[in-house]
């Protein structure tokens, strides 16, 4: 990814990237598909053999580590966007 400031300011940038994370995580909305998807993965522990259970886990860990990174990318992409239109509207006035 682009560097979008000085190198200080990623580590700032993703601590305020993980606090939005968590507050996104108290959502009703978010709360009530965690709890679907929690008694469905009950579910699937239930009705599938060990290895396909853990073949599954596998699968949802390398999708959430790639949502993930989509995620910080369009948020850092989001950011730069933003930084770039306040400059060219400061070179407005």
Known sequence: MNQIGPEWIKPAF????????RQAGRQ???ERL????????????NQ???AQYELFLEW?????????LEKE???FAGLK????LLKELNNLS
């Open 34 to 45: 965690q709890n679907r998807q929690r008694k469905l993965e009950k579910m699937l522990k």
């Open 14 to 21: 993703d601590q305020r990237f993980n606090e939005r994370a």
């Open 60 to 68: 949802e860990e390398i999708l959430n580590y790639r949502s993930t």
């Open 73 to 75: 990318w369009l948020y």
């Open 28 to 30: 009703m909305e978010i």
């Open 48 to 50: 599938l053999s060990e």
């Open 81 to 84: 966007d933003g930084m770039q």
